[in-house]
């Protein structure tokens, strides 16, 4: 949608094809982050986006069992913007598709499901969809064709393009506890050994993401419901009136977390960016931000070929993985450096406390094992963290740096000159959290 919206400003006659008929879905993430909402000022639509339902948040802090540390701290941050705003990802890119419906070269098509390329030679030219109301099947041609369908590429695989896979300890359990006025806002982060559990404040319900052993999924289900009631109210005392808001097993998803990279983001006519090049872990939740980077640094590096009327050369599309390789892959470096060396090694503590069953027979599960929990929103004691955590609570600027890295990232991007606009007024119909909440699900 932001390249979309970006060259559909350059002029530039584009179609977006969205195999679904809306965007309400609940497996993105919602952060936007301060690099983005600055692009949102500079694109005119900030006054649009202040007006969406949202919280914000300008303090990343952790839960342990020995209570809470602060490690990332945004008003550090340069520039306007020192917070991420925690937004469902259907109302911003339902902003985004109604900024580029103004422009008269944007189109967007949704039901309409890319199933193939087509190609002249080794060159493509367009795609092939399915029109998911009727079934009928399209072509659309095309001077550029751009792969940005998510870590799933159907585009990605049509090209015959396979990323390279970097482990991941874990998966994610997706699911939703209410709520109340009193609560904790903004982000909850609960750490504790063998429990790992992320909220997401969404005004009268979280959603939450609790990290599961990678291949664990199963055994954790055969167990049943109870036992995973327990865990998270050994993990998250406070949300022991609600547990039962989970009633089965049905309503907890499961995302199969994957960390890959594409090696060469382009061929003749196509170009890969966002997670179809490099998907990424939800540690950090930076995945939406690089995902909009990448389609900025693309809209301005292809925009002037584009417009030009012509073919636009590999050299040039290869210009725009050359600009943003190197900071998916220091981001994607830190990710898995998380994974080896925190979410890893936690998520097996729960192995060690589980070996009296395993000497039984084949159990997947340990009983629930008490978790300390001081006070949660009490400071934890500096020198019952470890070192990095003491560091960062000793010289608190050094907090300005995680706070960078997730808000900003390492190489953020902003609207060249040609799409940038005034800030637009705020339409006059603007959604109420309930109603968001309601739509979603
Ligand atoms: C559990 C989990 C939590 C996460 N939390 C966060 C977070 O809090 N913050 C964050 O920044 N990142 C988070 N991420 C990462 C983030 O979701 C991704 O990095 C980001 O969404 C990538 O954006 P994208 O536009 O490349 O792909 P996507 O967001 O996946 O979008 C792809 C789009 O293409 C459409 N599509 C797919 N196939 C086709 C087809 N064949 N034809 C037409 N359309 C198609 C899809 O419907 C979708 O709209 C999380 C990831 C996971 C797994």
């Given at each position: 949608m932001v390249l979309g919206l970006l060259l559909a400003r350059a002029g530039v006659r584009v179609t977006v094809l969205e195999k679904h008929a809306d965007f309400l879905r609940d497996f993105r993430g919602d952060t936007v982050h301060a690099s983005t909402l600055t692009l949102l000022d500079e694109l005119g639509l900030g006054e649009r986006f202040a007006a969406l339902p949202q919280r914000q948040f300008d303090r990343a802090r952790l839960q342990l069992d020995q209570g809470t540390v602060q490690v990332?701290?945004?008003?550090?941050?340069?520039?306007?913007n020192k917070h991420i705003a925690l937004v469902p990802q259907w109302d911003l890119l339902d902003l985004l598709a109604d900024a580029a419906a103004e422009e008269p070269t944007f189109t967007l098509r949704r039901n309409a499901e890319v199933t193939d390329l087509l190609r002249e030679g080794d060159r493509i030219v367009g795609v092939r969809f399915t029109?998911?109301?009727?079934?009928s099947t399209h072509e659309l041609r095309a001077t550029l064709t751009v792969a940005c369908d998510g870590r799933g590429s159907a585009v990605r695989a049509a090209a015959g393009m396979r990323p390279r896979g970097f482990g991941v300890p874990m998966d994610v359990w997706w699911f939703r506890l209410p709520r109340h006025a009193d609560d904790p806002t903004g982000l909850v982060g609960r750490f504790s050994a063998g429990h790992i559990m992320v909220m997401i404040d969404r005004g009268d319900y979280y959603q939450c993401g609790y990290l599961i052993r990678k291949g664990a999924d199963a055994g954790l289900r055969a167990a049943g419901i109870a036992q995973f009631r327990a865990r998270l109210v050994g993990l998250v005392p406070w949300v022991a009136d609600r547990?039962?808001?989970?009633?089965?097993?049905?309503d907890v998803k499961l995302l199969d977390v994957r960390l890959e990279r594409l090696?060469?983001?382009?061929a003749d006519g196509l170009l890969v960016i966002g997670d179809a090049a490099h998907a990424m872990s939800?540690?950090?939740?930076v995945g939406i931000n690089l995902a909009v980077q990448d389609a900025v640094a693309a809209a301005r590096i292809v925009a002037p070929a584009l417009r030009a009327g012509g073919l636009v050369p590999e050299s040039v599309l290869r210009r725009v993985q050359l600009r943003r390789w190197w900071a998916t892959a220091l981001v994607q470096a830190g990710q898995r450096l998380a994974h080896r060396r925190i979410l890893g090694p936690a998520l097996s503590a729960e192995d060690e406390g589980r070996s009296a069953s395993q000497l039984g027979g084949?159990?997947?599960?340990?009983?629930v094992r008490p978790v300390r929990v001081a006070d949660p929103f009490q400071d934890a004691p500096t020198e019952s963290l470890p070192p990095l955590l003491r560091l960062l609570r000793r010289f608190p600027a050094l907090q300005g740096i995680p706070a960078r890295m997730i808000a900003i990232g390492p190489l953020p991007e902003h609207a060249p000159e040609w799409a940038r606009r005034p800030t637009t007024p705020v339409p006059a119909a603007v959604p109420e959290v309930s109603e968001s909440i309601s739509r979603s699900g």
């Open positions: 990332g701290d945004m008003r550090r941050l340069p520039g306007p029109d998911r109301t009727d079934g547990v039962d808001a989970i009633r089965s097993f049905d090696r060469r983001w382009y939800p540690v950090g939740g084949r159990a997947e599960v340990e009983a």
